[in-house]
């Protein structure tokens, strides 16, 4: 009992001059106190639990932050900044909540956790085909406000929608037009960030070996992202869409090993996406694998099916397969939502399902043999069997 007493008279004292010292810095204690949580305050916990999309990052066991601030403006984050500098606390950036490791999220040291829910706002000028994109916004949020202005403009992103653009792009941000476009971050012009002095930088400020770090390399770890400039890629008005599932009585096999070859050099408007999963064969009740070849190709399906029938004739697309639709609605269905959603659906910042998960990205230099690809199978099965 005394330890925990002691521990939280020692909290209380931290929460107590950190408000204090924000204050100091930001000149208006009611405004700013407003935004700050700490675990004596009722909305703590669900302040800090609603954007953690891991579930293994709210257990007991993890460490959580001793302050959160959910800024309004630019000013209470350079607050925060300075005190977490002046207390030896360190700082934790939060935007969507979905990053894999939980380095928004936890540390091993006292920290705070900055936020950027209310950082949000997007600007998009379709005559100049850019945007401004502050962290806060949603992957959803962007594609809604670029479609508001025109629908022959896009952006290489992610295909979750609740993904929030601070991580996304400072991370790289993958896209299933990347064969096209690139990365996320390839088309970022210039970003407004705090540095740990809390002054304020833009890209000529900054300089271009910090700018350059920022789009790739972890924003969180130069500096707290405000927002992004971006410029905007062209797309077609109509695209194509498709989603075939083959299991291993269908040549899953076959088809994977095939695909090697053939995804990095189809045409440029073509990404062929795959998905490999374990599920109960409904010929014998055994294990089988399945493949699920997703594909978003920038073009009609008149001229998707020759490409197909060139460079992939084996998976066996037809025209039955394919979906046109515009750039937009395409997000909708990438992201797994009926044909016929409506757009709004990509302004729900709410995720469905959160779970308890580990991921792990690598990259394969030399394709897979087909007995590899088995092995892998075998792998799959005992994931799922348990």
């Not at 006292?110 to 000028?125: A, G, L, W």
């Amino acid at each position: 009992m005394k330890t925990a007493s002691t521990s939280l008279a020692a909290s209380l004292h931290i929460h107590e001059d950190f408000l204090q010292c924000l204050s100091s810095h930001h000149h208006n204690l009611t405004s700013i106190s407003s935004v700050v949580y700490t675990p004596t305050n009722s909305s703590y916990s669900s302040v800090l639990q609603s954007p953690v999309q891991n579930l293994r990052f709210l257990s007991a066991a993890v460490p959580k932050p001793q302050i959160i601030v959910t800024p309004l403006d630019e000013s209470e984050i350079q607050a925060t900044v300075c005190c977490a500098k002046e207390h030896g606390i360190e700082v934790r950036v939060r935007s969507g909540g979905h990053d894999y490791e939980g380095l928004s999220s936890i540390s091993e040291f006292p920290f705070v956790i900055i936020d950027m829910r209310n950082f949000r706002s997007i600007t998009v000028n379709a005559e100049e085909s850019t945007a401004w994109v502050q962290v806060g916004a949603s992957l959803g949020e962007l594609y809604y406000r670029i479609a508001e202005k025109s629908r022959t403009l896009g952006f290489p992103a992610g295909t979750c929608p609740t993904v929030g653009a601070g991580g996304h792009f400072s991370g790289g941000g993958y896209s299933m037009m990347s064969r096209k476009y690139g990365m996320a971050a390839d088309h970022v012009i210039d970003a407004r960030l705090v540095d740990a002095s809390g002054r304020i930088l833009d890209r000529q400020s900054m300089g271009e070996d910090l700018f350059w770090a920022i789009r790739g390399g972890g924003g969180a770890s130069f500096g707290v992202i405000l927002a992004w400039k971006i410029n905007l890629v062209p797309v077609p008005e109509k695209v194509t869409v498709f989603n075939l599932n083959r299991t291993s009585e269908q040549n899953a096999t076959a088809l994977v090993h095939r695909w090697q070859y053939v995804a990095d050099k189809i045409d440029d408007n073509l990404l062929i996406r795959l998905f490999m999963s374990s599920l109960n064969s409904n010929q014998d009740g055994k294990r089988t694998v399945q493949a699920s070849f997703t594909s978003l190709f920038l073009g009609g399906v008149d001229t998707l099916l020759p490409l197909m029938q060139e460079s992939f004739p084996e998976l066996g697309l037809v025209k039955e397969d394919c979906i046109e639709m515009s750039w937009v609605e395409s997000n909708l269905y990438l992201a797994g939502f009926r044909n016929g959603e409506p757009l709004e659906v990509l302004l729900n910042r709410a995720v469905l399902r959160k779970a308890y998960y580990k991921g792990k990205s690598d990259y394969v230099r030399e394709a897979i043999s087909v007995d590899g690809l088995e092995g892998l199978w075998e792998l799959l099965h005992e994931e799922e069997m348990g």
